[in-house]
C-alpha cells in the first residue's frame, strides 16, 4: 500500500506515460508516487483538504483543487511557479487536462464547469453545468469532446468550447462518480452510488443495458 497521507485520499491518478500515480488527501497536500509506492514528492496546498487531482498531458504539471475552490498547479521540475486560481464557490470536485495540454476543465461543488487556458486563464464558464456538485469529467481521446457527471445523477457531453452536446442523460439512481471514454472515443462509460455501470454512445444514447452486480 501507498502509506504517507495523514487523513482520507480523496482522489487518485495516473501520469500520462504510466509510471507515477498522484493522489489528493484531507490532509491538505498531493503526493506523487512511483508505480513500486515509493514516495516522489510532496506538493503543499494552502492547508485546505484536497479533493481533486489532475496530469498535464506531458506529465510535468500536476493540479490540485480543494474544498474552498482553489486550483494549484505544481511543475515537478521546480520550474517557475503557477498561481492558484480560484475556480469554483465550494470544493473542485474534478479538474481534467485536455490530451493537448493547452486547457484544463474544473468542475464545483457550485453545479459550474469552467475551462481555463494552461496557464490559468478562464475561457469560459456554464454556471449551471450540473444542479449539484460536479463530481467527475474526462476528456475524448483526441480532445475533440468531453463529458461531465455529479450528484445530480446527469450525464453530459460537451464541446472542448463549453457548448452543451445532446440531452441530459438521465439514467442513474444516485450520484454519479465516475467517467471513461472508450480508446476510440465512441463510448462513454458512467459509474454511480446505485450500483451501475451504464454506457453511452456518442449522442448520449444508451447502449445496452446497465450493467449491475455491485453492492
Known sequence: P???HGSWVEAATFSPDGERIATASYDGTVRVWTIDGALQQVLEGDGSRMTSVAFAADGMIVAGGNEQGIVKQWRLDGGQPID???ANSGAVGAIAFSPSGRSFVTGGEDGAM???SADGFMRNAMSRAHDAQIRAIAFS???SALATAGEDGVVR?????GTPRGQRMKGHQAWVRSLAFSPD???LASAGDDGAVRLWSADGTPVFDPMRGHD
Not at 457531453?157 to 468550447?161: L, Q, V
Open 2 to 4: 501507498f502509506l504517507g
Open 84 to 86: 492558484p486560481i480560484k
Open 114 to 116: 469552467k475551462i481555463w
Open 141 to 143: 481521446s483526441d480532445g
Open 157 to 161: 457531453f460537451w464541446g472542448t468550447d
Open 185 to 187: 472515443g465512441t463510448l
